[in-house]
T-cell receptor
Framework: GAVVSQHPSWVICKSGTSVKIECRSL??????MFWYRQFPKQSLMLMAT?????????EQGVEKDKFLINHASLTLSTLTVTSAHPEDSSFYIC?????????????FGPGTRLTVT | LAKTTQPISMDSYEGQEVNITCSHN???????ITWYQQFPSQGPRFIIQ???TKVTNEVASLFIPADRKSSTLSLPRVSLSDTAVYYC????????????FGDGTTLTVKP
């Protein structure tokens, strides 16, 4: 089946620094990618939708200047958490869809654990 | 976006069949129903997807009534390794076809 990878799998950074998380579709072209955030014991919260070659669409309440998303190719999307603070510590998960396939299945990455100290 | 409602938790024993029902009363004509499984600190894993009637694969079955306002995920003969959170998603197949995760159902399988 389709595989989505994320890098890094975990990262620890100091408050005020920026962190970039990569999401790659390894064996298919992803026309649409989604970025989620998940806090402990909670469900996934959609942050933004990115379509290849166009600007990301952010969900209400998500600061686009803080969470920079770039989807420059059909296999790579990046999420940059700028000026990270401890409250940004969370589990970030990306997913990818290939609209050339039937259905609406999303292929999820393994997630990235971000800890801001 | 269609909102989904699932039981918060369910308990079962090894070897039993488990049925998890999801309500999605305002499902739209173009919406598909997809179920995912998530283990702690991992990304969700696709289980099954359907549009109407019944779908079966090697791990589960999905039952969707004619009005499509609900769906039931059926897991045959569960094992301890099936302990996880199960999410029902409803979404459409367009460029903006995002899906919203509900609270999910935490299934605990006991020996």
């Amino acid at each position: 089946g389709a595989v989505v990878s994320q890098h890094p799998s975990w990262v620890i950074c100091k408050s005020g620094t920026s962190v970039k998380i990569e999401c790659r579709s390894l064996d298919f072209q992803a026309t649409t990618m989604f970025w989620y955030r998940q806090f402990p014991k909670q469900s996934l919260m959609l942050m933004a939708t990115s379509n290849e070659g166009s600007k990301a669409t952010y969900e209400q309440g998500v600061e686009k200047d803080k969470f920079l998303i770039n989807h420059a190719s059909l296999t790579l999307s990046t999420l940059t958490v700028t000026s990270a603070h401890p409250e940004d510590s969370s589990f970030y998960i990306c997913s990818a869809r290939d609209l050339r396939l039937p259905g609406t299945q999303q292929y999820f990455g393994p997630g990235t654990r971000l800890t801001v100290t | 976006l269609a909102k989904t409602t699932q039981p918060i938790s369910m308990d079962s024993y090894e070897g039993q069949e488990v049925n998890i029902t999801c309500s999605h009363n305002n499902i739209a004509t173009n919406d598909y129903i997809t179920w995912y499984q998530q283990f702690p600190s991992q990304g969700p894993r696709f289980i099954i997807q359907g549009y109407k009637t019944k779908v079966t694969n090697e791990v589960a079955s999905l039952f969707i009534p004619a009005d499509r306002k609900s769906s039931t995920l059926s897991l045959p003969r569960v094992s301890l390794s099936d302990t996880a959170v199960y999410y029902c998603l409803v979404g459409e197949r367009t460029n903006a076809g995002k899906s919203t995760f509900g609270d999910g159902t935490t299934l605990t399988v006991k020996p």
